[in-house]
């Protein structure tokens, strides 16, 4: 069989995700060769192609095997003409869907965290950034010499989920507590992003004990509801030096307040108005005062995969660096409902089913305060059509430690020999692994996958369809390290 090699340079990390596949930080020639000779999947943090690289690429290239390189740069001299180079920068294509153009006002006058316009209305049901990283996946496999395993995405099996939250303008402590019970009531862990002028300290604290996800909804003092005539003003006042810093101090003093009342840790926020001072500005003070995920992008008045995807990612800098805030974009709003009550519902239930056809993780936005009547009944039946789909319901704390936990766990060592798959699952923290599960293709060159073993123990695996395509899934175990699967 022959082998071929592929070459991902440039930061890799929205592959890396998906694929969890040993990758190698440095341009180091002998692991070129090391990792040809093994499995022929190079991943690599910002390749520079050096004049060793370049040699050493050039000299592989008249073996039998052959190289594809991902690079921005479609040209690159000194590379023999028998490597071929798709022209292409995933980093560069993902960060402009999920992060939008600046901010800047929208057509009501209202300066949000970031122009969508860059997704087409006609498209916002397509999660572009997913559909584009999948593709790219999809080439990699099929160019493989083995059939590539991977960790899962979502957890316990599940082929999609979705995240309840509530932001608590305007309520009270009554309004509260009936919601934090319906939630109980209909076993959904929500996540309530609060203001710190809503709720009393006992209020906050009950949300703790009933299990519920309680969060910070961040006020600048900034006004987003500006007057048109005012909005060149409003910008002004906003780029100033000074009252930057102020609004910077003002996320970590609410932080403070809440986590003190509350007697909690705060990770997460939502900023009131989807407000953001620009896309790069805001980001970089989450990272700073250490929170960990935001849900601020997305629309009042729109819904879809407005930001390119329906799963969580790291905020990055102008210059693509990776923050440490996980973004998880909020696809729908209850300020769409009031404006298109039928439509709403049954576009709700559209965009779980397609949920499940991409498999995202959809997060809503409920208003404590429009949660009565007909918006109340739109509520329990959407939460009602999420289970009956199977779609996994947890809070948004939840999947920001899931997405983490998963993100520690590297496949390495792969060996493909007589049709029997090695490899090994490095868990460099020992951490608990329960729900993070594994993908393999179930069919490879005409061979169907027969067993699965973790060290010398048989295990039994679920089989699936992603992308229209079988896989087996199982879960990880957090004891054994080897897995090895055979075809045939
Ligand atoms: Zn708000």
Not at 216 to 231: A, G, R, T
Not at 299 to 327: C, I, K, N, Q
Not at 407 to 415: D, F, P, Q, V
Request: with cysteine; glycine share 4%; hydrophobic share 35%.
């Amino acid at each position: 069989m022959q082998n071929s090699i592929l070459i991902i340079s440039r930061d890799n990390h929205y592959l890396h995700d998906i694929l969890k596949t040993e990758g190698i930080s440095s341009n180091c020639t002998d692991e070129i060769n090391q990792q040809a000779q093994n499995c022929g999947l190079i991943i690599f943090n910002n390749f520079t192609f050096d004049e060793k690289a370049i040699t050493t690429l050039n000299k592989l290239s008249t073996t039998k095997k052959s190289i594809i390189i991902i690079n921005p740069d479609g040209k690159m001299k000194k590379l023999s003409s028998s490597i071929k180079i798709i022209p292409f920068d995933l980093v560069k294509q993902i960060y402009l869907l999920n992060q939008g153009k600046p901010a800047q006002f929208d057509k009501n006058g209202v300066f949000r965290a970031s122009s969508t316009s860059i997704i087409k209305r006609s498209e916002k049901l397509i999660p572009q950034a997913d559909v584009l990283r999948k593709k790219l996946v999809e080439i990699i496999e099929q160019n493989l010499p083995y059939p590539l395993p991977k960790i899962w995405h979502l957890p316990d099996k599940k082929l999609a989920g979705a995240i309840f939250s509530h932001d608590s303008d305007e309520v009270t402590d009554e309004e509260l507590y009936r919601i934090n019970e319906l939630n109980t009531k209909h076993n959904v862990k929500a996540t309530t992003f609060m203001l710190i002028k809503t709720g009393s300290k006992k209020c906050w604290q009950s949300f703790q004990k009933s299990g519920q996800d309680l969060q910070l909804h961040q006020v600048y003092f900034y006004i987003p509801f500006c007057p048109k005539k005012f909005s060149a003003f409003a910008a002004k006042l906003i780029s100033n030096k000074l009252t930057q810093k102020f609004q910077k101090h003002t996320l970590s003093v609410e932080k403070k307040i809440l986590e003190k009342l509350s007697k909690k840790k705060i990770s997460g926020v939502r900023n009131h108005g989807l407000f953001w001072l620009d896309n790069s500005t805001i980001p970089l003070w989450m990272h700073k005062v250490g929170i960990k995920f935001d849900s601020t992008l997305g629309a009042v008045h729109d819904y879809g995969y407005l930001h390119g995807t329906g799963l969580p990612y790291f905020l990055r800098m102008e210059d693509y660096t990776r923050l440490d805030v996980l973004e998880f974009p909020l696809h729908i709003m209850d300020y769409i409902y009031l404006e298109n009550k039928e439509k709403t519902r049954n576009m709700t239930k559209k965009f779980l089913d397609n949920a499940l056809k991409y498999n995202s993780i959809i997060t809503f936005d409920f208003h404590h305060k429009f949660l009565k009547g007909k918006i109340l009944d739109w509520y329990i039946e959407t939460i009602g059509y999420a289970k009956k789909k199977n779609i996994l319901i947890e809070s948004m704390t939840y999947f920001n430690d899931f997405w983490r936990k998963r993100l520690n766990l590297e496949i390495s060592n792969i060996k493909f020999q007589n049709y029997i798959l090695n490899y090994e699952i490095i868990n460099p923290n020992n951490q608990n692994t329960d729900g993070i599960c594994m993908t393999i293709p179930l069919t490879f060159k005409n061979k169907k996958l027969k067993t699965i073993k973790y060290g010398n123990k048989k295990i039994a695996f679920d089989k699936i369809k992603i992308d229209n395509k079988p896989y087996a899934i199982f879960e990880i175990k957090k004891d054994t390290n080897n897995v090895c699967s055979e075809f045939g």
